[in-house]
């Protein structure tokens, strides 16, 4: 079945510093892949997405480029912020398929 | 506002208690969904309906139960609640297939006293 992985643990760093955030996956077809973003308190918003091979995803200076070959998803952004602080996760679903699969996301603590 | 909206926000009840959390969106799609969300933010979807019919039913106690009186309504109705329901509730909404991502609420808390 279709499945996502996210590097475990939380994301500590400091303002203005380089994020990367990991995300594989397994999936049966030709996937849309999604990063979503937690604000504390909130619920889940669509941060960007890819729906083919060699796309990326961009949206409020953070980055993810559907890369087929090494099945992954990162996430980057190059400078972030404290109101960056938030937890983020990877997805994915095949089409006609309107199962949503998650990664486990992860905490993201951006100190000042 | 087009969105997904859920009430109530915050849901506190005694253990045995039955409840229920509305959701309603008004972005014309056809597939609605509940996902719960554990402490460590974990994700796991629960239901989903699409016009009105129930097309994914996860491993969930019979004490949960959807109804989809139209396709831009989904409820969640708990009967005889326990502290393990304890979680945020999360509705969502997709035009069919999926392929364009889920609108999610901005969740339910309930705790289970």
């Known amino acids: 079945g279709n499945s996502v992985t996210q590097m475990e643990g939380p994301v500590t760093l400091s303002e203005e510093a380089f994020l990367t955030i990991n995300c594989t996956y397994t999936a049966t077809g030709y996937p849309s892949l999604f990063w979503y973003v937690q604000y504390p308190g909130e619920g889940l918003q669509l941060l960007l997405k890819a729906t083919k091979a060699d796309d990326k995803g961009s949206n409020k200076g953070f980055e993810a480029t559907y890369r087929k070959e090494t099945t992954s998803f990162h996430l980057e952004k190059g400078s972030v912020q404290v109101s960056d602080s938030a937890v983020y996760f990877c997805?994915?679903?095949?089409?006609?398929?309107?199962?949503?699969?998650f990664g486990k996301g992860n905490q993201v603590v951006v100190i000042p | 506002d087009t969105a997904v909206s859920q009430t109530p926000k915050y849901l506190v009840t005694q253990m045995g208690n039955d409840k229920s959390i509305k959701c309603e969106q008004n972005?014309?799609?056809?597939?609605m969904y509940w996902y719960k969300q554990d402490s460590k933010k974990f994700l796991k979807i629960m239901f989903s309906y699409n016009n009105k019919e129930l097309i994914i039913n996860e491993t969930v106690p019979n004490r949960f139960s959807p109804k989809s009186p139209d396709k831009a309504h989904l409820n969640l109705h708990i009967n005889s609640l326990e502290l393990g329901d304890s979680a945020v509730y999360f509705c969502?909404?997709?035009?069919?297939?999926?392929?364009?991502?889920?609108?999610f609420g901005s969740g339910t808390r309930l705790t289970v006293v």
């Open positions: 997805a994915l679903s095949e089409y006609g398929n309107n199962r949503l699969a």
């Open positions: 972005l014309g799609h056809d597939t």
């Open positions: 969502a909404s997709s035009q069919v297939g999926g392929g364009y991502g889920y609108t």
